[in-house]
Structures are given as structure tokens and as C-alpha cells.
């Protein structure tokens, strides 16, 4: 990829190669083992595309803990891959319809059943966000991505490389690798989904597009209307269409401390295949769209310099809605 | 003396348990949910929650979420409730609370909120999702003190928080009854008997419980422990099923005289 860019050379850093497909184990261990320690016997999470719910799945079978996940109907429909994966681990997968049936509808249908259930249930969170102290909880549970990232890079270029770049939804795996760096003079990008495009209205671009508001406990960055109703979000990736994000993002980008850009569908899906042409390495569409817009920065960059890349989950579970869209294309380019 | 204080104030020397009722304000549009709880308030509501719909009800259950999402269809504002709020403070005396979630609230702006429902005459704010260690920053833009935050406890509360929750409580302690979202089944009495001793050992106001309770039968039994008791998502139902009924508003005032009749029975 450094090669084909011909820019700055480009580090992964290979989340992807997590057990479970995805830098989601990170969180869900250390909230299963918290939730041992209290003596809870059931766990619960919501999920976007489905790697938060296998990475919950997979602690609760390890800690013979009961196991329900809340999942949208149209992320069940999108991220069919992980629904199966989900209940093959034992879980029981409960279908979402209220609002958008996506991952914020998710997150308040699991909050609503954890008020009910706190007795002997614990919510494994699977972002940055919601009511405190899980912001600050998963961001420690992640920064193992970053700190993992400082050895590691150290060893391969004796130097900390000069941008990270992580896509943004909640924001667990960009801060998990920001955080360990955060006082480090390393310029730091967080990439969030346009969707069809800013314009369009409609896109997840909550840092880039929202306004300070209050949703699932937390004071952020949110996408809301002028009178404080929460909007719709939309991105062709599941784990990034949330209209909120994690409160320590919001900080970091009213101290400028990093940047937050966005990525289109298209954008996604073109970094998505770029790839897996390029190094064999099929990345989720969330990470694609850090992927996008690495590859586009570097190419811009001297070679001398170093542009690392949080790859934080495998994509085959989206190979359906790549091949979809894909025929999507043709169909549209044959039908004119 | 604010409407609160005197209503609790009036029901003690009656004898009397505060009947507290919940509507979502403007469903299924404005007119109907203004002459619904004006009837219910003339029927004998002692209080009366009005909720401002958001789009994200995590503390409420089906029934609310509909009623929320049916007004929300309607495209009902905060500055649509307060409107509401100063032509029903016009027909009755009964102390009015705006119930809602803090986003709403936190984006028609903290000062201007508590001018506007000060001045159309409410008497109360009840935010769910704003806990205690969050709330300076709403009631720091007050310019006043004419506006009630009513505090929440919750069964799982344990007993030196439920006292730091007390201690700039004002107008009533609003306690949850059960662990649930609002409308859920499995009222237990006994818990309840509990909270409301440990509850009553940190704090001189007045105790409501709510969440759960829908039968008359249910509100005799919370009402001999509480001071009041909050229906909410039983009159949601109600008014959920006779959305196309005429005597929609006098349904509801008759299901107040039933629950009122009910606090007394004992």
C-alpha cells in the first residue's frame, strides 16, 4: 500500500487479527471479568455490526454467563454473518424495531432491560459512550491498542509515527489508540462516516456535523434537531451509524487536540477493495473508512514520514453488502 | 408558598395522598391533550406531570415510547408544551410539573426554559436522565428559584445517596418503586414499605412513588405507605385506546375520580 501510494509509508495496526475479528475482545474481557467479580451471572451489550455483540458472546461461553444481545432489525438484516456467529456462541440475539432500528435504538432497548435486570445482569457497553463511568472504563480497556502500537512501532521505525488515524462511530477503537498518545507531539485524525454525503443530511458525522446535547447518559457531540429531538443517523457501516459519540472525543476536539474528518459510503467501500488488492487484507467497512482517508493523506506525504493506521476489525462479515452494491453498480450502469 | 408545598400542605390536613397523573403533552395533538388534562385536573388530579415528548425515551416503556412518538409525529416542541402549560394554568390551580428527558430542555436553552415556564406558570422540572452530580449546570442558569427540580430515587439507591439526593431536594421526593422502565409489571409493596422508611429517615418532604402502579387496587396499597402515588402509563393506555373516542377526556377524568377514590380507602 506504501508502495502504491507512493507517500508516506502506512502502518496497520492489525485489530483485525484480535480474537473474534475485531479490537472489541479488549472491552468485553475486562467487563466480563468485572462483571465475575460482582458476581453477576448475565451479560447484555447492543451492537452495530455485530463485533461487539461476537466479542460479548465469546466472554459470556468463556465465563458460562447467560448471554442476550440487542441488535437493530436492519443491522440484523445487514451484518446477518455475525447473527449466526452470535447465537452459535449461545447468545440470545433480541431483535430491535423502535426508532431506526439501528445501534442507538439498540443502546435504549438494552438500557431499558438492564433498569429491569440490574440484580443479577451487567451491560457490557461496547464504545466509549453511554453513562459514566463506561466512557472512561472502555476507554481503558482499549488503550492496550495504543500502547501495544507505541512498542510495536518503536521496534520497527525507532521513532512514534507522525499521524494516527482511526475511524470514529462511539470512538472505542480511535481512543483506545489516541489515548496512550495524547501527549505526544503525534498529529491524530479521527475518521467519521459521511454516509451518501454531508450534504445529503444524510451520514454519522456527529463530530464534524452535531451540536452539544445529552443522549444515553453522556453529554457530547450529537446529531439533533433544533429542538433537541435526536436525528436519524446513516452510513453503509453498521458499527458507525450512531448518532452520538463517545464525551472524551468531544473534548479532544474542542481542545483541538485531534482532528475529525468524514469518509463517504463510496469512499469506504473503494478503500474496502483497495485493500484486499493491495495487501490481501480485507478490512470492516468501519475501518475502511480510516483506511480511505489514510491512504489519501499519505499520498500526499514525504516517504520520510510514518502514517499508522488503526485496522480495527476483518471485513468479511460485510462482503455481502460490498457484493451487493457492487451488483448495485452494474445494475445501474446496465439499466442505462 | 409555591403550588406544591400548599397542595401537599392542603392534602395533610385533609388526610388526604397526593393522586399524581402523567400525559404526554400533545398527543395525540395539542387541543385534545389540553382538554384531556384539563378534565382530569378538574376530576380531582392532585398533580399533574406533563411530559415533553423526546425522540429517545429510555426510562419509559412501549406505552409512553407510542404516546411520545404519536406527539412527536405531530412535531411537539418544548415551546409548544409551555404553551400548552399557560392555557391550562388559566383553567386550574393544580401544580404543574414539565417531565421530560434534559436534551430538549439543554437545547431550548437552561435560562430561557426556566423563564418561560416560570412566567406560563409551571411549578416543577422532573428530567430523568439528569442525575444529581449534573444538574448545577441546568439550575446555575436559573435566575430564580420559582422552578421545582423534583429528585428521583431509585430502589437500588442505597441509603447515603439517597441523603446527598435529599439534601437540595425540593416539592416532593419522586421514589421509583421497582427496577423497570415506566409501565412495568411486578409492583411489590413490601420493597416499597422499606424505601420509603429509609427514605423517610434522611428527608422531611413529601414521598410520591410511581412506576408500575395501575390497578385501584395497587394505588390503595402504595397509597397507605406514600404520600402520593404517579400514574403515568395506565392513563397512556387508557388514552392510547380511545384515541378515535369523543368522550376521550371524560374517560379520563372518571379514571382520575376512580384512582382518587382509591387513595382513600384506607
Not at chain 1, 245 to 257: A, F, M, N, Q
Not at chain 2, 104 to 130: M, Q, S, T, W
Not at chain 2, 237 to 252: F, G, Q, S, T, V
Amino acid at each position: 500500500m506504501s508502495n502504491h501510494f507512493k507517500g508516506a509509508s502506512i502502518y496497520l495496526k492489525r485489530e483485525d487479527l484480535a480474537h473474534t475479528g475485531a479490537h472489541k475482545i479488549n472491552n468485553t474481557l475486562g467487563q466480563a471479568l468485572l462483571a465475575h467479580r460482582m458476581g453477576k451471572e448475565k451479560l447484555i451489550a447492543e451492537t452495530g455490526a455485530g463485533q461487539h455483540g461476537v466479542a460479548t458472546a465469546t466472554v459470556a461461553a468463556l465465563f458460562g454467563m447467560e448471554c442476550r444481545i440487542f441488535m437493530g432489525e436492519e443491522d440484523i438484516r445487514r451484518q446477518a454473518a455475525n447473527v449466526k456467529r452470535m447465537k452459535l456462541l449461545g447468545a440470545e440475539v433480541i431483535k430491535v424495531v423502535s426508532g431506526t432500528s439501528t445501534l442507538k435504538d439498540a443502546m435504549n432497548e438494552a438500557l431499558r432491560y438492564w433498569v429491569g435486570a440490574v440484580s443479577d445482569t451487567f451491560y457490557v457497553i461496547g464504545s466509549v459512550a453511554g453513562p459514566h463511568p463506561y466512557p472512561v472504563m472502555v476507554r481503558n480497556f482499549q488503550k492496550v491498542i495504543g500502547e501495544e502500537t507505541r512498542e510495536q512501532i518503536l521496534e520497527f521505525t525507532g521513532k512514534l509515527p507522525d499521524m494516527l488515524v482511526a475511524c470514529v462511530g462511539g470512538g472505542s477503537n480511535a481512543m483506545g489508540l489516541f489515548y496512550p498518545f495524547i501527549n505526544d507531539s503525534v498529529e491524530m485524525v479521527g475518521v467519521e462516516a459521511a454516509g451518501s454525503g454531508i450534504k445529503s443530511g444524510k451520514h454519522a458525522a456527529t463530530l464534524s456535523e452535531g451540536s452539544v446535547g445529552i443522549l444515553h447518559g453522556s453529554k457530547s457531540y450529537v446529531l439533533q434537531d433544533e429542538n433537541g429531538q435526536i436525528m436519524p443517523a446513516h452510513s453503509i457501516s453498521a458499527g458507525l451509524d450512531y448518532p452520538g459519540v463517545g464525551p472524551e472525543h468531544s473534548l479532544l476536539k474542542d481542545l483541538e487536540r485531534v482532528r475529525y474528518v468524514s469518509i463517504d459510503d463510496r469512499q469506504a467501500l473503494d478503500a474496502f477493495q483497495m485493500l484486499c488488492a493491495l495487501e490481501g487484507i480485507i478490512p470492516a467497512l468501519e475501518s475502511s473508512h480510516a483506511v480511505a482517508w489514510a491512504a489519501k493523506y499519505a499520498s500526499t506525504r514525504p516517504g520520510s514520514e510514518v502514517v499508522l493506521v488503526n485496522l480495527s476489525g476483518r471485513g468479511d462479515k460485510d462482503l455481502g453488502i460490498f457484493i451487493s452494491h457492487l451488483n448495485g453498480v452494474r445494475d445501474h450502469e446496465s439499466n442505462r | 408558598m409555591n403550588r406544591i408545598d400548599r397542595t401537599f400542605e392542603e392534602l395533610g390536613r385533609k388526610g388526604e395522598k397526593a393522586l399524581v397523573g402523567f400525559v404526554t403533552a400533545g398527543d395525540p395533538d395539542i387541543p385534545t391533550s389540553l382538554n384531556i388534562v384539563t378534565s382530569m385536573c378538574n376530576a380531582g388530579l392532585d398533580i399533574l406531570e406533563l411530559g415533553v415528548p423526546f425522540s429517545d425515551p429510555t426510562a419509559d416503556g412501549p406505552v409512553i415510547q407510542r404516546s411520545s412518538a404519536r406527539a412527536l409525529e405531530k412535531g411537539i416542541n418544548v415551546g409548544d408544551v409551555l404553551s400548552m402549560t399557560g392555557k391550562l394554568r388559566k383553567e386550574t390551580a393544580v401544580p404543574i410539573i414539565l417531565f421530560s428527558y434534559y436534551n430538549p430542555i439543554h437545547a431550548y436553552g437552561n435560562e430561557r426554559f426556566y423563564k418561560d415556564a416560570v412566567d406560563v406558570g409551571a411549578d416543577g422540572v422532573l428530567l430523568v436522565d439528569l442525575p444529581p452530580e449534573e444538574s448545577a449546570e441546568m439550575t446555575r442558569a436559573w435566575p430564580g428559584s420559582d422552578l421545582a427540580l423534583i429528585r428521583l430515587i431509585a430502589p437500588t439507591t442505597p441509603l447515603d445517596r439517597m441523603r446527598k439526593i435529599a439534601t437540595d431536594a425540593r416539592g416532593f421526593i419522586y421514589l421509583v418503586s421497582k427496577t423497570g422502565v415506566t409501565g412495568s409489571s411486578g409492583l411489590k409493596t413490601e420493597s416499597i414499605d422499606r424505601q420509603v422508611d429509609s427514605l423517610r429517615s434522611v428527608t422531611s418532604l413529601p414521598i410520591c412513588v410511581g412506576f408500575g402502579i395501575s390497578t385501584t387496587e395497587d394505588v390503595t396499597a402504595v397509597s397507605s405507605i406514600a404520600d402520593g402515588i404517579v400514574i403515568g402509563s395506565a392513563f397512556e393506555r387508557m388514552i392510547e385506546d380511545n384515541l378515535d373516542d369523543k368522550n376521550l377526556a371524560a374517560i379520563l377524568a372518571d379514571q382520575v375520580r376512580k384512582y382518587k377514590e382509591a387513595t382513600l380507602k384506607n
